[in-house]
């Protein structure tokens, strides 16, 4: 079988036993060797291995160790590799192909391109890729003027928000005051127009009075720059305050403060006497006169708030890490309770057995009296480092035998030529034990 | 597993030792003894010469139909068989 016979049959396959990157169509190796159908398969076998190694390679393929037996196969697999790159060179002079565009995007579209086996010219694909460039970049354009104009409301309602908050309680209250219709005092002219004229005057007034202590609270509280002493101002400074600006006589001062006695509603002003816990009563009584709703800066409310929260805060963990503290302090305690108990109970047990030992030992004439010392016990069950330590305890044990033990007798006895308190086991031997 | 032959499955189970060259997928009595005839006697040189050609199937199956005159489905069978034992145990 002539390799020449089998060239055409494989081109007709199409693949040809190995991919061939897209890049290689266009562009083709600047060698020297002709390209084409011409190429005869002697000229191809004719070569050294090294050299159809070589071609193999710059067509792309890698062969493997070429050897007497895989060298036919290389030569085949070489011109059927040639003759794809001519037919690929062939197709692709009929449309023009800019090397710059395609090299950017080989590996996305290869497995299309491959299956169509080059038959969709490659304008249209570039065609496409600057649509889909034109595309992304109307999108990316489209997209923040909404989001900008979504923040934009949203902003502005924020600080309409704000402004009502800001100023609402005082706005409000002003317009509650004009729109009150409460007897006034006349001056003794008219009535209905002097009425009306009067209630001007004195909402004139009480509105400059009521802005005046807004103003004036709201510096106190925030920074206090005219250094202040309180909150409170004295009557005869905001007397001559409105009277300057309103340019009315005192007269009517004295009548707006009336007024505010007299109202029932709260207007956001407090008069105060000399002394502050009695409420006042009369005008001559009043001292000094005080707001309800000072008026203070953005950021000095804002500050007051965060301090106010984090103050509330800390309170509240504090008293939470107090209380769990306690929690924990008497657990501790209830357990060092309990451990001494054990203790002691364990110790009752000790000396119960001493002593009954110790009284065994008597009736078996190893001792000489059948009464044990009570410190000799002690000084034999605890070793002398830890005296001092359990000392509560032994003393509540010896307590706990005392009252408790009808086994165990404490008497006063001479042993050794001093008096010392001993314990006697008296329950006869033949009883047997609650413990065994 | 349906598409595998039972001479696919046994040569692929286990390593191929000093197996003949007849058990082999795809290659039956008349292209084993053409095989042998080459010096192909063992599974294994059929091996070191689908390793020699890197592996590539295609190439393998040329090389087997210039060899012993293999058709495309016995050029399949072996190809497919030996680049699974590959898969398994190289």
Redesign the interface.
Known sequence: MSPAFALPKMVARGGCGGPLPRWRLHFPTGRALPVGPGVSAAAMAELTDAELRKELIALGYRPGPITATTRKVYVKKLGCLRAEVAAARRRGRGAPSSPARTPARPQQASPSRQRSGFTSPVGAARDSEEEDEEDEEDEEGGQPPASRWGTFVLLLIFLGILTVKMIGSGWLDRREDNFNLLPVDCDKRTDDFCQAKQKDVIMNVLHELYKYLSVQAGNFECGNPENLKSKCIWVSEAKDHVVNITGSSPQKFEAALHWILNSNKDLGIWLKGRDLSEPVTKVEEVFCLESAHPQMGLGCRFRRAVVTAIMNLFLFFWSLITLWGILIFLRYRWRKMEEEEQAMYEMVKKIIAVVQDHYKEWERNLERYPYVGIFHVRDSLIPPQSRKKMKRVWERAVDFLASNESRIQTESHRVAGEDMLVWRWTQPSYVSDSEH | MSSTSQKHRDFVAEPMGEKPVGTLAGIGDVLGKKLEEKGFDKAYVVLG?F????K?E??FR??LK??CGANAKQSRDCAGCLREWCDAFL
């Open positions: 010469q390793l020699v050609l890197r590539d295609e190439l040329e090389w210039e060899t």
